[in-house]
């Protein structure tokens, strides 16, 4: 190894230090406590919103362009992928009228998940290194996967909620939602009103969770194997002997970022799935 190798390695962050620094986020003030509703994530909301902007406006662009003739292949591709979501919301939600929302709410989902996945696929280094050098500090933090933050996931699946009790109140008014709550599973019996009143909580909340900690997992776990890819390289680049790592870094990265298409697209589907039967189940009496 040379002076300026030993020199490098000697001022290159561990593994864990650059682990550390890519999972922190930009953020309004520093964190106090794992609770702390006065932080904001400020790198999350601004992808998110670039993010949906981005979705609204080739989607606005398919519409605006879409000819009765033979379609283009991107408007093609935009109206499969509204019938796909269309024929899913009717197979689900069987009120016509409420279909007429929730079914491009559904849309909306599927895209915006999508797209807010796909920027795991960009290099890790890329974005922070941008960032560090707008700043002019390599202390700043940025994270650029909006669904890697459990902030985010969880506003998803809370606004998913917020939904389904608004159309729990529509369709069956709350007299019948009150009784529905106070009556089921175990029957309309008065000693079993806080049983069942337990048991409905409890299951509101379970599927709030698990909605949003779900996306959450799946999205933390590959932002986490996509570092630890990096770091070969970054081992690569600071040992004379590690032309192993290199070729193992190139197919590594190569093969996961092929196989994490798979996944966001399929975690963008479960969420809208999710959320349309969490709309369908609304619509239901128990």
Same mark, same amino acid.
């Given at each position: 190894?040379?002076?300026?190798?030993?020199?490098?390695a000697?001022?290159?962050?561990?593994?864990?230090?650059?682990?550390?620094?890519h999972?922190?986020?930009?953020?309004n003030?520093?964190?106090?406590?794992?609770?702390? @509703?006065?932080? @904001?994530?400020?790198d999350?909301?601004?992808?998110? #919103?670039?993010?949906?902007?981005?979705?609204?406006?080739?989607?606005?662009? *398919?519409?605006?362009?879409?000819?009765?003739g033979a379609? !283009?292949? @991107?408007?093609?591709?935009?109206?499969?992928?509204?019938?796909?979501?269309?024929?899913?919301?009717?197979?689900?939600?069987? /009120? *016509?009228?409420?279909?007429?929302? =929730?079914?491009?709410?559904?849309?909306?989902?599927?895209?915006?998940?999508?797209?807010?996945?796909?920027?795991?696929?960009?290099?890790?280094?890329?974005?922070?290194?941008?960032?560090?050098?707008?700043? !002019?500090?390599h202390?700043?933090?940025?994270?650029? =996967?909006?669904?890697?933050?459990?902030?985010?996931?969880? !506003?998803?699946?809370?606004?998913?909620?917020?939904?389904?009790?608004?159309?729990? =109140?529509? #369709?069956?008014?709350?007299?019948?939602w009150v009784?529905?709550?106070?009556?089921?599973?175990?029957?309309?019996k008065? +000693?079993?009103?806080?049983v /069942?009143?337990?048991m409905?909580? #409890?299951?509101?909340?379970?599927?709030?969770?698990?909605?949003?900690?779900?996306? @959450?997992?799946?999205? +933390?776990? !590959?932002?986490?194997?996509?570092?630890?890819?990096?770091?070969m390289?970054?081992a690569?680049?600071?040992?004379?002997?590690?032309?192993?790592?290199?070729?193992?870094?190139?197919?590594?990265?190569?093969?996961?970022?092929?196989?994490?298409?798979?996944?966001?697209?399929?975690q963008?589907?479960?969420?809208?799935?999710?959320?349309? =039967?969490?709309?369908?189940?609304?619509h239901?009496?128990?």
């Amino acid at each position: 190894m040379t002076a300026v190798e030993g020199q490098a390695a000697e001022h290159a962050p561990t593994a864990g230090e650059y682990i550390v620094h890519h999972l922190h986020h930009l953020q309004n003030k520093p964190q106090h406590g794992v609770v702390d @509703f006065s932080v @904001f994530n400020l790198d999350s909301i601004f992808w998110a #919103i670039l993010v949906g902007v981005v979705g609204c406006f080739f989607l606005w662009r *398919a519409a605006s362009k879409a000819t009765s003739g033979a379609p !283009g292949r @991107f408007q093609a591709a935009v109206e499969v992928l509204v019938e796909m979501v269309d024929s899913q919301a009717k197979g689900i939600v069987h /009120n *016509a009228k409420s279909r007429k929302l =929730v079914a491009p709410l559904a849309l909306t989902v599927f895209v915006w998940i999508f797209l807010l996945n796909a920027m795991d696929l960009l290099p890790v280094d890329l974005l922070p290194w941008l960032w560090q050098k707008a700043t !002019g500090s390599h202390e700043s933090y940025l994270r650029v =996967v909006p669904t890697a933050d459990l902030s985010v996931t969880m !506003g998803l699946s809370v606004s998913v909620l917020l939904v389904c009790l608004v159309y729990n =109140v529509k #369709i069956k008014g709350i007299g019948g939602w009150v009784h529905e709550l106070l009556s089921a599973p175990f029957g309309a019996k008065w +000693y079993l009103a806080p049983v /069942n009143l337990a048991m409905q909580l #409890i299951e509101f909340i379970a599927k709030t969770v698990s909605h949003g900690m779900r996306l @959450f997992g799946n999205m +933390y776990a !590959g932002e986490l194997i996509f570092m630890l890819i990096a770091l070969m390289g970054g081992a690569w680049s600071l040992s004379a002997t590690g032309i192993g790592l290199a070729i193992g870094h190139v197919i590594a990265g190569s093969v996961w970022a092929i196989f994490h298409i798979l996944i966001i697209t399929l975690q963008a589907f479960v969420f809208m799935m999710l959320t349309l =039967v969490y709309v369908g189940q609304a619509h239901d009496s128990h």
